[in-house]
């Protein structure tokens, strides 16, 4: 009996060391520079350097409530070290942070940048640990939760 319990307590240990799941770590997910795409007539950018490649339809709808805002536009995109993207663009008043799902970006957070007017001439930089965004002549630490220590 004892030898069977025994038993039963090796293969439960090994059957669950076997399930643990692999990770590699450290691994960092930032991008250097920022990347700045043209929206095509469909709506998507491209970048290959990347493989980058999505529909922003949904992205400018969201911010302007305009379903052919996104025509002849640029949108910068840059990556931070948790693997999370950051978006925005010129006349935008947020900065979107999505994360990776099947096939698709998920909204993590919409950061609010102003409530009254649009970015003019929006910048990304790799400030680790945070996104630096500047514009206007402001600098915005962003981190994937959102504006971190106000405005420099």
Known sequence: MKHKILFLIFAAITLLAACSTLKLEPAQFAWPLETVLSVDKDGFVKEDRYALNFNT??????????????????????????????????????????????????????????????????AFNQRSPYIEMLSDGKAYKLTSEGIEEGVK
């Open 57 to 122: 339809k949904a992205l400018f709808f969201e911010e302007t409530q305009d379903s052919l805002s996104y025509s002849g536009k640029t949108i910068r995109v840059i990556r931070n070290n948790e693997g999370y993207y950051f978006m925005t663009a010129a006349d935008f008043k947020n900065v979107y942070v999505f994360s990776i799902d099947k096939n698709a970006f998920s909204l993590k957070t919409k950061i609010l940048i102003s409530e009254t007017t649009g970015l003019s001439n929006p």
